[in-house]
């Protein structure tokens, strides 16, 4: 455990008030936290230059709905995941390195202004998610481990930031892999902390089946906000790298990366939707959709298994995705879903490299898919411009949008 600088007591007074008891339980620990002794110079990411510049001459080129304008906020290399603070907007970006961002507009003017490393004196491996809890708190999903920063938001400047790991293995080290090894994270209305953990096999093989159903891979698991009482919520996943709750009726929602190898055109991308606990999803009896494996052609797959609400492009590779809650947006954006997809590298024709929107209906459930933002994704020459991976919303309303291919931000705004 490491300490921050400026003492439990300041983080105390900031936090204690809208804090539950495990807020206030482990505010107590800060002053037994150890300091790491880190310098005071902080990592910083140059915003101008000709790196900018180039950036700049991209966003001209994505197409998006009348009204709505692209810009660069913020250069952030490699940057994967967001979470917005609710008190001042510090945006804090993952990546699948070994380091974390945050992103800072100090003078308001939709522009970042600095971009620094979050928490240089913590060594990460693959701090790819980022989710902040109603009262402030924001957790770190690594590869295989859990971190709690207490008050991310106040102390980002310091190298030297209070931290907790609450959750020391996702998955068994004999299992650690880079491949589907990015971790997403939400926490839910419930006040627990919802982790997707992707297997890491393209199919996996039959006699994996029985530990990946226990550990929850190829699942979404569940935790306690301090780590305690993990849980399987879900089966039949097999690598969601975006998932975000429904505000209107607490209704978990989530992205899956289908089966490589099967063809340009199968299987689909999902976005499936969680009605309750302990529901199949479908994976590894199906590729994607209801387009059977052939690894798994002749067994019977769950009779009650969940089908996608939405079926995307194949191999798009949708990543994250977040309910739109801002006011910026015309009416028929407010409560749907924004999803980024990455872009394909295994289809001969690539696709995706775009932001998708998707329409609910009266009852909660999906309507239809529409492209958003396009433009990422040189048609003529096959070439990336960008590969979107993340979507955000800022307190302002408008829609940021990571980019780790370009190591940017982009911020989409809406004006009559």
Not at 78 to 90: C, L
Not at 193 to 204: A, D, E, K, M, R
């Amino acid at each position: 455990m490491l300490a921050s600088r400026f003492g439990a007591a300041a983080v105390a007074i900031m936090c204690a008030a809208s804090a539950p008891a495990f807020a206030d339980d482990t505010l107590k620990k800060l002053g037994q936290f150890q300091s790491t002794g880190a310098p005071g110079e902080i990592p910083q990411v140059e915003q101008g230059g000709k790196k900018a510049e180039n950036l700049r001459a991209i966003a001209p080129k994505i197409k998006v709905p009348d009204g709505f304008k692209v810009e660069l906020y913020a250069i952030v290399p490699d940057a994967r995941h967001m979470a917005v603070g609710t008190n001042v907007g510090v945006v804090f970006v993952g990546t699948r390195k070994t380091k974390a961002w945050a992103v800072t507009d100090r003078d308001g003017d939709d522009v970042a202004d600095e971009v620094k490393e979050f928490a240089p004196s913590i060594k990460k491996s693959n701090p790819n998610g980022m989710c902040f809890t109603p009262d402030g708190f924001l957790y770190m999903a690594e590869h295989n481990r859990v971190l709690l920063f207490p008050a991310a938001e106040f102390f980002y400047e310091s190298p030297d930031v209070a931290v907790e790991v609450i959750a020391e293995q996702l998955i068994p080290k004999a299992e650690e892999s880079f491949n589907h090894g990015a971790r997403a994270c939400v926490v839910g209305p419930d006040d627990k902390l919802y982790i997707p953990l992707g297997q890491p096999f393209n199919v996996p093989p039959k006699d994996k089946l029985p530990l990946y159903d226990e550990q929850g891979m190829s699942g979404i698991i569940r935790m306690d906000r301090d780590g305690k009482n993990r849980e399987v919520f879900a089966l039949g996943v097999r690598n969601s790298v975006g998932l975000a709750f429904n505000p209107k009726n607490g209704e978990l929602w989530f992205t899956d990366n289908q089966v490589d190898g099967m063809g340009d055109d199968i299987p689909p991308g999902e976005l499936n939707r969680a009605t309750k606990a302990g529901q199949n999803f479908g994976f590894p009896w199906y590729g994607g959709g209801m387009v059977r494996t052939k690894e798994y052609q002749g067994e019977q797959p769950p009779a009650d298994a969940v089908k996608p609400e939405i079926e995307f492009a194949a191999h798009a590779a949708d990543l994250g995705m977040r309910f739109y809650t801002g006011e910026q947006f015309p009416e028929k954006y407010r409560g749907g879903i924004f999803v980024a997809e990455h872009g394909s590298w295994n289809r001969k024709k690539p696709v995706g490299a775009r932001i998708m929107f998707v329409t609910l209906k009266a009852d909660g459930s999906a309507d239809k898919a529409e492209v958003f933002a396009d433009g990422w994704l040189d048609d003529k020459t096959g070439r990336y411009l960008g590969r979107p991976v993340d979507v955000a919303v800022a307190l302002d309303g408008s829609l940021l949008v990571s980019d780790d291919l370009s190591g940017a931000i982009w911020r989409i705004s809406y004006k009559d």
